[in-house]
């Protein structure tokens, strides 16, 4: 398989506190990775530093092929690449689901509305919601607004997609469609690295699962591996508390 | 069976002592009020000076004689009022935004809009107007541009649009980051950023503030009287001159009061809706 995204080193601080001390990560497409690890470890940083959110201190970020952490590039072409889906949803509370969805691609591809609508009305389609294309954030379930953040997110048609412990923010019932939204994806073939605490999730549908302990990956390998038989002390640990 | 019906239609303990609460503090509002307009109608024309001051400021003659050349002058704060709107929008919006940009290329923009706020929000609003209403005419400038109308109506303008710009730009920061973060993650341009994400909240969000200071603004197009035009309260003063009586400020305020409580009104309606759908 090709590598598609490449994280070599990577260190990013905020002031003297050490998020990421060095992270190096190797994403092949169509794989699926998780990174586990308690809150404040890193996770959540690692993946804003991909979407280029965070410029990152030193290190190297490849993109197909291409170093998309080099200082003073432009981010705006990179990020249409790479699709990010955040914890608390953070869709435009101004705008309907539909117009959340198409803001994107007609600024910045240029695509107009009636060339949108189709396609979209289509990805609605696909997840279950096409009787609330036209509701508000307002009116919608969070696990409805998880899915719309994820529609808008497809909808840029990203190489890569970076999931931000989606359903953290979820009341327990609602998890259960969000997942079956990524197992889809999954299905299709779809790159993504999720950052989550869906321990089940994790081992049933990840290629790969890292463990992340202050901003280094500490253990990284297959669910099984990791799962099962974890080599590190601190993952054992870890493991233990939240299983 | 009638026993049960009885039990359901009664209303309970608490609904009985509240009704009985209720009744009692209106009792009580009804009595307080009586006595207070009471003591107003009573003892203010027992004071000494009634009768001069029912003369020179509530003499239903000059009323009549003076309202209708009042309404007509009012004509004038409104167009004064209706031009300057938007042009204060404008510019606050302008300076808003100027002040929001990090580009190092913008920052004399960003600095001069610091400025600006901070200088016209630190004046009295009738210096302005004298200062530019006087001082800009001096330069000897030819008809029309010499007009009391343009360079008084822009010294409201300066002022209100620093206020608005303020008032805008609290608003933008209110809208927290991870809309921002949303907005660029999916490869928005900073600016496209601002204008389909961050401003049509913030705008939302400051509706109740700007309405208050359009409500202002209503009242303080009549200190352009200062520097010449003929309008509401200029023309109450040429009134009372030829009357050599005080009704037709009365007038005027009347006038003013007409327009501006159910704009007040609205402006805190628009706040208490607002608050509602924020909890």
Redesign the interface.
Known sequence: MTSLLRLTNVRKSFGTHHVLQGIDLDVSKGEMVCLIGASGSGKSTLLRTINLLEPIDDGEIILDGVDISEPGLNPQPVRQKIGLVFQSFNLFPHMSAADNVMLAPSRVKGLRKTELEAPVSALFERFGLADRIGHFPDQLSGGQQQRVAIIRALAMQPEILLFDEITSALDPELVAEVLDVLRALRGEGMTMILATHEMGFARELADKVCFLDRGRILEAGPPAELFDAPKKERTRQFLSQVL | MSEVIEAVASPGRRAVYEARLRKRSMRIAALSTMAVVVAIVVLVPLAPGWEAVKRSFFNGGVFTKTFPGLLNAFLLDIAIFAWSLPLIAIVGLLVAVCRDIQRPAFYPLRLFATIYTDVFRGLPVILVIYLVGFGVPGLGMPRPWNSPYIWGSLALILVYAAYVAEVIRSGIESIHK??R?????????PS?TMR??IL??AL?NVVPANMNLVVALQKDVALLSFVGPVEIFRQAGVYKSLFANFTPYVGAALIFLVITIPATRYADFLTHKRRRLEQ
């Open positions: 991870s809309q973060s949303a907005a660029l993650s999916l490869g928005l341009s496209d389909y994400v049509p909240q939302r």
